[in-house]
T-cell receptor, first 112, second 109 residues
Framework: ETGVTQTPRHLVMGMTNKKSLKCEQH?????MYWYKQSAKKPLELMFV???????ENNSVPSRFSPECPNSSHLFLHLHTLQPEDSALYLC???????????FGQGTRLTVV | RKEVEQDPGPFNVPEGATVAFNCTYS??????FFWYRQDCRKEPKLLMS???SGNEDGRFTAQLNRASQYISLLIRDSKLSDSATYLC??????????FGAGTRLFVKA
């Protein structure tokens, strides 16, 4: 199933590095999301874009910077991360607000 | 009170058993509800949406009780392949979708 694809699948980065996570959806959906899943914690919604406009930003530190150049692509730019930012970062898309979301396979990020 | 609360489990059941999961939510204005399944180290996958009238998909039945603000998932005739974490998901309006922490299910031969 390739409705939502994320790259890279795994990423190890140092605290001074800058990296970007990429997400692409082929479902024709209007909304895209970034979620963070830490060990033994629920998924945390980070950002939501609807028709390329950011509509939710859940008090995420500025070291995480989203970008949505078009309705099919979503990026998460990372800089000066901390070890506690190590987690599974999941991208999702949905047709519109309140409808079922479909997830990519995630990027497993380790900050060293 | 958590916005979406689930029994963390784990539930350990034999093959063929019937198992039920409950989930409560705090926002009475919540509008849509879902159950997702997540396998270890994988992404969540939609299992089923939950409708006010209740809905069934094969061995799975989901129900919604708006008055009591809870959602349930019933799995009949459990299979080994049903072993996973089951996530209760509630949309409180707009794009505010909240995931429960999940209930872990182990089905054993």
């Amino acid at each position: 199933e390739t409705g939502v694809t994320q790259t890279p699948r795994h990423l190890v980065m140092g605290m001074t590095n800058k990296k970007s996570l990429k997400c692409e959806q082929h479902l024709g959906h209007n909304a895209m999301y970034w979620y963070k899943q830490s060990a033994k914690k629920p998924l945390e919604l980070m950002f939501v874009y609807s028709l390329e406009e950011r509509v939710e930003n859940n008090s995420v530190p500025s070291r995480f910077s989203p970008e949505c150049p078009n309705s099919s692509h979503l990026f998460l730019h990372l800089h000066t991360l901390q070890p506690e930012d190590s987690a599974l970062y999941l991208c999702a898309s949905s047709r519109e607000q309140g409808t079922e979301a479909f997830f990519g396979q995630g990027t497993r990020l380790t900050v060293v | 009170r958590k916005e979406v609360e689930q029994d963390p489990g784990p539930f350990n059941v034999p093959e063929g058993a019937t198992v039920a999961f409950n989930c409560t939510y705090s926002n009475s204005a919540s509008q849509s509800f879902f159950w997702y399944r997540q396998d270890c180290r994988k992404e969540p996958k939609l299992l089923m949406s939950v409708y006010s009238s209740g809905n069934e998909d094969g061995r799975f039945t989901a129900q919604l009780n708006r008055a009591s603000q809870y959602i349930s998932l019933l799995i009949r005739d459990s299979k080994l392949s049903d072993s996973a974490t089951y996530l209760c998901v509630v949309n409180g309006g707009g794009f505010k979708t909240i995931f429960g922490a999940g209930t872990r299910l182990f089905v054993k031969a």
